[in-house]
């Protein structure tokens, strides 16, 4: 039997809904090598740090008074540090403290920044012109310059290094969420979901809330990242995670006067830090190729 043209106009095309066209969108994206490289890598780095305890040949604060400063070789595979601890589990422990500070960083700057955000954007008036007059104070102030200060008013330490990194980010999501929320609230379905009588909170949880997903979640990625790299140089300041909690920045910092007798002291750390950055930036540039809606028809 023939299909009239009606019939064949009105059958739905094959992978024409949005998730059909979300899984071609990994698909493709998911093929090229800086997304295949950069997933990896971060699987690797999160299950070593997970398994740290596990992979560890030695307790990362055990000091061997025979093996001060020895080359990598079987026993020591990243060598020992000036006191004789070994480098390889040092460096474990400081990728899982380095990964504990960046997504505990940007998850309080999130749990603070989005219901900022989306007050400002979606009430807007006085209320939004408050919100973002403070937000503008806090991005004054250079992020690592405001978290040295915070860390100077609250002391050294991990906990206090992820609250003062927390601070000095939350603008960028609370600004985020802001400009993302007065676009969609002028959309025409959220503008008649409203004439319809649907309250606020409806509103914003059924409407606006996941529109502001998808920037989160790119920026989130790239600002865990960010937040390594800050904790790195707040421990090389010797504000961050005190010994001998093992850090990457600080053992960095430790391997300043050994540059030339004991190169892995510092190689391995930097090595670590520069993975951990490269691996969450090129996810986030693959996340926002799959999320960003125009790249699905480029």
Known sequence: MLKTEATVNSAPVRGSSP??????AIRRRIRKPGAVFGLTILLLLVTAALLAPAIERHPPRAIHYTSLQTPPDATFWFGTDDLGRSVFSRVLHGIRTSLKIGFSAVGLALLGGLP?????GYF?????????????????FP??????AVVAVLGPGTTNTIYALAISTLPIYALTVRATARTLINLDYVQAARALGSGHFRSIRKHILPGVISPLLIISTVNIGGAVLAAAGLGYLGL??????P????MLSEARAHLRSAWWMSVFPGMAITLIVLSLNLVGD??????DQRSDHA
């Open 116 to 120: 900022l955000g989306l007050l400002a």
């Open 19 to 24: 998730r059909a066209r979300l899984f071609r």
């Open 286 to 291: 693959t996340l926002r190729d799959i999320l």
């Open 247 to 250: 850090e990457l920045g600080t």
């Open 240 to 245: 961050g995670a005190q010994p001998p909690t």
């Open 124 to 140: 807007g008036g006085r209320l939004d012109q408050v919100i973002v007059r403070l937000l503008e104070i806090n991005l004054a």
């Open 143 to 148: 992020s690592i310059l405001l978290a040295i």
